[in-house]
């Protein structure tokens, strides 16, 4: 009797582990389907399904997509780590600077692409923020690209494209993966408000009274209505004659008190200043406001032609975070067609028509 009593409870053991394996299978067989449909969309469907084996067989869209951004990241640092390893072989120091813009590229990639992980951690928020999440992965993608027109010398120019090559893969997969979260939260009947999806913040929708887009901070829009008023007080004042704390804007922005709270206001007088400005990551939340864009110059002069890499030409560059501008303008001095040719090639985008006789 007591033995038929084991065999008894034995068979129902191996009964309810065939059962919970069969719903194991099942559900693997489940989630295969539904990564071979959510990867259909994208332009490396192959490693699109690798990338997403990482997600263990899980049905879940939230690890799906985690699956898809640490993916890139893991790329993106065997990217760095080879752009660091090839620097030592740069023979000139145009090249140099290469990889040192590499570097930081690399950094703001990472960056970008550990803002969008964090936001998968609430789907209601990622629902909602899916264009600035697309933003920042196509921003990913801009960096890889911007390391490599910097590298000239052919061998090295060849490995770190070669090196690249997944990461930019893996990079757009991820940009289609969130631009179809629709149909993915619909296909594993996530219950999210879809009518939410998407969130450009355009000035001329959602403004309050005084005009100031409801989405920047009530803190800021009463800062800009107190600056409007002619009431606002900064903590340093630039200005060309010495009558305020710096004479040019980066002696300011230097000055700039280490792990300051809150929002750090240079008030920059009338003139032009003859600068190229860099609001580097260290300096956040800065608000910076002239006398107008035709009184408070500020122009650049660097340039590609001069040894200068094309990305650290630019005359105002705002890295750090929260960063405002107001009644500022900027212009380069040497921003002409003639440059452009001479110092790299066409820049196709800028906005400047091509003229025929020039190659590009």
Same mark, same amino acid.
């Given at each position: ?29 489940? *989630? ?8 259909? *969309? ?7 399904? #690798? ?28 990217? *760095? ?15 140099? %600077?290469?990889?040192?813009?590499? #570097? ?15 936001? @998968? ?78 969130? #450009? ?6 403004? %309050? ?35 305020? %704390? /710096? ?19 240079? /008030? ?22 002239? %006398? ?22 630019? @005359? ?28 790299? #090639? ?15």
């Amino acid at each position: 009797m007591r033995n038929k009593a084991v065999l008894g409870a034995l068979s129902a053991v191996l009964l309810v582990a065939g059962v919970i394996g069969a719903a194991g299978d099942d559900s693997l067989v489940a *989630s295969s389907k539904s990564v071979t449909a959510i990867c259909a *969309s994208t332009d490396y469907t192959d490693l699109c399904e #690798r990338t997403l084996s990482a997600a263990n067989g899980s049905a879940s869209p939230k690890e799906i997509i985690q699956a898809s951004f640490m993916a890139a990241i893991k790329e993106i640092e065997a990217a *760095s780590h080879l752009s660091n390893n090839m620097s030592s072989s740069a023979t000139d120091s145009m090249n140099k %600077d290469a990889f040192n813009i590499c #570097r930081r590229l690399f950094e703001d990639a990472n960056e970008e692409l550990q803002a969008a992980l964090w936001e @998968t951690h609430d789907l209601d928020g990622l629902a909602r923020r899916t264009d600035d999440i697309k933003c920042w992965l196509s921003a990913v993608i801009s960096y890889q690209q911007t390391c490599l027109d910097g590298i000239t010398q052919p061998d090295l120019h060849s490995t770190m494209k070669d090196g690249l090559v997944t990461a930019s893969q893996v990079t757009s997969n991820a940009i289609a993966i969130v631009d179809g979260l629709s149909s993915l939260f619909n296909d594993f009947k996530v219950p999210i408000n879809l009518t939410n999806i998407g969130s #450009r913040r355009l000035l001329s929708h959602g403004t %309050d009274g005084k005009g100031y887009p409801t989405w920047v901070s009530a803190h800021d829009r009463k800062l800009l209505a107190v600056h409007s008023r002619g009431e606002l007080k900064p903590n340093m004042v630039v200005a060309q004659d010495g009558s305020g %704390d /710096y004479k040019t804007i980066n002696a300011a922005l230097n000055a700039m008190p280490k792990e300051y709270t809150g929002r750090y206001v240079i /008030y920059v007088k009338a003139g032009t200043y003859k600068e190229n400005v860099i609001v580097t990551k260290d300096k956040v939340n800065v608000f910076m406001y002239g %006398d107008g864009a035709r009184k408070t110059v500020v122009t650049g002069s660097k340039n590609n032609v001069d040894g200068v890499q094309t990305m650290d030409t630019a @005359t105002f560059a705002a890295e750090g975070q929260g960063f405002i501008g107001k009644s500022m303008g900027q212009t380069a001095q040497k921003f002409t067609v003639t440059s452009l040719i001479q110092g790299h #090639r066409w820049i196709k985008y800028s906005g400047i028509p091509y003229l025929g006789g020039f190659k590009y």
